[in-house]
């Protein structure tokens, strides 16, 4: 079974400039998310999705990110303009969907994430 | 809102002594509890899991992790580490209840693991 993949794998932008990530979940996975994880801290939940809805997007900075999922299978994360806070490790995941949205209960399949850096 | 802690950034053992992480939780009623494990330039991967029953829940490559709610804790542990074990491990949690916010998976920090041959 193929499992979550992302592109690109890094990337190095200057600030202000805009950049995208890819994610294709395995597939079947109705719920996928997008996380944030900084260096030396835990994954940061930015947005989940449900098939083609948003579920949580609570934490997403939504003055310059924003995701779609327009046919409930690949995702793309975008940022625009980008900070040097946002240099991280972006991590798209996925799962079963089991009940409805209490298909939270399932374990999440993490990609291999995307490096950023921002200079 | 629910967060997770991990209180030691590093641990170390001896390889076939046994190894233990831990990991404290804060929760709205009652929790649902994810031990994830990252080695070095891959994606995390599912350990184990408590959703309701037994305690002490077993997952993959040896590990375990026993739920106890009247200190809001899950340890992870193994009986016997392995040198292979070395990684980054990651305790998350999030509310057993169905509503806004609850479908949110909240990490710690993440602990260390360095297993000494």
């Known amino acids: 079974e193929a499992g979550v993949a992302q592109s690109p794998r890094y990337k190095i932008i200057e600030k202000r400039q805009s950049v995208a990530f890819w994610c294709n979940p395995i597939?079947?996975?109705?719920?996928l998310y997008w996380y944030q994880q900084i260096l030396g801290q835990g994954p940061k939940l930015l947005i989940q999705f449900q098939n083609n809805g948003v579920v949580d997007d609570s934490q997403l900075p939504k003055d310059r990110f924003s995701a779609e999922r327009l046919k409930g299978v690949d995702s793309t994360l975008k940022i625009q303009p980008a900070k040097l806070e946002d240099s991280a490790v972006y991590l798209c995941?996925?799962?079963?969907?089991?009940?409805?949205?209490?298909?939270?209960?399932?374990?999440?399949?993490f990609g291999p994430g995307t490096r950023l850096t921002v200079l | 809102a629910q967060s997770v802690a991990q209180p030691e950034d590093q641990v170390n053992v001896a390889e076939g002594n046994p190894l233990t992480v831990k990991c404290t939780y804060s929760v709205s009623g009652n929790p649902y509890l994810f031990w994830y494990v990252q080695y070095p330039n891959r994606g995390l991967q599912f350990l184990l899991k408590?959703?309701?029953?037994?305690?002490l829940v077993k997952g993959s490559y040896g590990f375990e992790a026993e739920f106890n709610k009247s200190q809001t804790s899950f340890h992870l542990k193994k009986p016997s580490a392995l040198v292979s074990d070395s990684a980054l491990y990651f305790c998350?949690?999030?509310?057993?209840?169905?509503?806004?916010?609850?479908?949110?998976?909240?990490f710690g920090k993440g602990t260390k693991l360095s297993v000494i041959p």
């Open positions: 998350a949690v999030r509310p057993s209840y169905s509503g806004a916010g609850s479908y949110q998976l909240t």
């Open positions: 408590y959703i309701t029953g037994d305690n």
């Open positions: 995941a996925s799962s079963l969907a089991r009940g409805g949205l209490a298909g939270g209960i399932n374990e999440q399949f």
């Open positions: 597939s079947g996975h109705a719920t």
